[in-house]
């Protein structure tokens, strides 16, 4: 922490420092105090372990946007307990119950509230099914909250809405997940989620980076259990791929899947084409087609199929 040097000293403004022990500015090449009692704006309590910071702390969580209040407003829990830890006594327990459950009705108030609530269930539902970390989810609940604003979503499917805001998320964030897989675990169509992308990208000005085959790989590598060498190999052959203009066009799922069978041939790790083409979520028409452009294009000498 540094000060501006307004009391006249000479000392460099990058040498100054703040001790906070003393609440004193002090320069570190001359030793000269530069200001003293500076007012600690810190909490009033001491901790010395991280479980007493924890329990003396009086703020909340961070804001939450998957919640659809982001977390801010408060709750009451089903422990039935008072604040010293004693059992509540029925007529109490009753009176509790009839504040809880006000306290639920007033957390969601108006149609947006519902809404938000909704939307945010069935986005956490997908996301957990789906495996995706909680990066994922909070910028695809911010992609949804913007939808809603703008009424994007009146007289659309919350679901679909929810799965085209989670795969613009995934592509946002370079998590390779397709459509298809997102779009099977809700009850809209792979159509319908489809079109709903369309429209959160031309109104919401969603910046969307191309799809990298490259993502693909260590995913469906994973699945299939190959070695880093295997994964490795097939991101180099993607690169090449790429560099003589191979990948412009198609998808990238199906050329991921082409370079892993490429690999694992090349490394005797082999699978079969209908293996990688069930986990990639392609056809093996697909595979066997990206493989023989990639095998031809990049000249590659597969020996003994």
Not at 34 to 47: F, Y
Not at 103 to 129: F, P, V
Not at 196 to 220: A, F, G, M, Q, W
Request: with cysteine.
């Amino acid at each position: 922490m540094s000060k501006d040097n307004s009391s006249g000293s000479e000392c460099p403004p990058d040498k100054i420092i703040f001790d906070a022990d003393r609440g004193e500015y002090i320069c570190t090449e001359t030793g000269e105090v530069i200001e003293e009692r500076i007012v600690d704006q810190g909490p009033e309590w001491r901790a010395f372990t991280p479980e007493e910071k924890e329990k003396r702390s009086r703020v909340g969580g961070p804001l939450n946007q998957t919640i659809h209040d982001r977390g801010l407003s408060t709750l009451i829990d089903w422990k039935d307990k008072d604040a010293i830890g004693r059992n509540l006594d029925p007529k109490r327990r009753l009176e509790v119950l009839r504040w809880r459950k006000w306290q639920i009705r007033a957390r969601i108030q108006s149609s947006i509230d519902r809404n938000l609530a909704q939307a945010m269930n069935e986005l956490e539902r997908i996301s957990n099914l789906l495996g995706l970390p909680k990066s994922v989810k909070d910028e695809g609940a911010l992609i949804y909250r913007k939808a809603v604003e703008k009424g994007l979503v009146r007289g659309r499917s919350i679901e679909s809405v929810v799965a085209a805001a989670i795969y613009a998320s995934c592509r946002r964030m370079k998590i390779a997940r397709t459509l298809d897989e997102i779009a099977q675990y809700t009850k809209a169509n792979r159509k319908e989620v489809a079109r709903c992308y369309r429209l959160l990208l031309r109104e919401l000005n969603v910046d969307v980076p191309v799809s990298d085959p490259k993502d693909y790989v260590t995913r469906i590598g994973s699945l299939l259990g190959l070695s880093g060498a295997s994964m490795k190999l097939a991101a180099e052959i993607l690169e090449k791929a790429k560099n003589v203009g191979l990948t412009a066009g198609k998808d990238p799922a199906g050329l991921a899947a082409a370079a892993i069978y490429i690999a694992a041939l090349l490394n005797e790790e082999r699978r079969t084409q209908k293996e990688i083409a069930q986990v990639a979520g392609v056809t093996e028409v697909t595979v066997r087609n990206r493989y023989k452009e990639l095998i031809q294009e990049l000249k590659i000498e597969i020996q003994n199929q």
